[in-house]
């Protein structure tokens, strides 16, 4: 079960570095030495952003279920020591 726990972890790294994408985006909004137009820098802001929100919640659902299954798995485990 540490498979989709792990998982879950990596996907909120990456959402989390999505969303930190994101926001270097914004924050670097006014700068005049790029060649990317205001628009595309728009439309990246909007779908990091997206992304890596959407990362971190999916992350949270696959872990919670982990977390349940594990929790699930020790109470039917008739060799657990109680």
Known sequence: MSGRKTSSTLF????????YLAYGLFRDRADPNTTMTPAV?????VFFALAGVGLVVYALIVWKRAM???????RDDPNQMK
């Open 12 to 19: 909120g790294v990456v959402g989390a570095y999505l969303v």
């Open 41 to 45: 820098r728009i439309l990246f802001m």
């Open 68 to 74: 349940e299954e594990e929790k699930n798995e020790k």
